[in-house]
C-alpha cells in the first residue's frame, strides 16, 4: 500500500509568525493535532497540540503573544506520497512522531498522514 492511498489530502500550513491562538483554532476546526509551519516556500517546522500544552500554557506564558516560532518542533520529517506505507511508518517509529508531512515528487507538500490514517486503512499487524 503507498502513503497516497491513506493520506489526508490537501494540506495547508501556516507562518512562523501566525499566533498560537490561530493555530489552535484551526487544529479545532479541522480536527487535527498538527499544522505544518513553512516559510520561504519551505517547511521549517510543526507545531502539535502537544507543542501549545507543553511549550505554551505549562510554561505558564501569555499565549495571546506567542507564535508558532515559540511553539513549534523546528526541524521537520516528512515522507513521499509514493512512498511504501511501511517505509513511511519506519520514518515515525525511528523519528517518534505521529504525523508526517506528505510530498510530492515536485517537492510540493500534499497532505498529511497520520497514525489515525494508518489505523483506518493498513492491516491490523502493520498498524499495531
Not at 526541524?75 to 520514518?91: K, N, P, Q, T, V
Request: charged content about 30%; hydrophobic content about 40%; glycine content about 10%.
Amino acid at each position: 500500500m503507498k502513503v497516497k492511498e491513506v493520506m489526508h489530502k490537501g494540506v495547508d500550513w501556516v507562518g512562523p509568525d501566525t499566533p498560537i491562538t490561530e493555530i489552535a483554532k484551526l487544529m479545532s476546526q479541522h480536527d487535527v493535532g498538527s499544522i505544518p509551519i513553512g516559510e520561504d516556500d519551505k517547511l521549517v517546522g510543526m507545531v502539535t497540540d502537544r507543542d501549545i500544552a507543553c511549550r505554551g500554557v505549562v510554561n505558564g506564558k501569555d499565549l495571546a503573544k506567542l507564535t508558532a516560532r515559540d511553539v513549534m518542533s523546528k526541524g521537520i520529517f516528512y515522507c513521499s506520497d509514493g512512498e511504501d506505507l511501511e517505509d513511511a511508518l519506519r520514518i515515525m517509529e525511528q523519528k517518534q512522531v505521529r504525523r508526517l508531512p506528505v510530498i510530492n515528487d515536485r517537492k510540493r507538500m500534499v497532505g498529511m498522514l497520520s497514525l489515525g490514517d494508518i489505523a483506518d486503512a493498513a492491516s491490523h499487524e502493520l498498524s499495531g
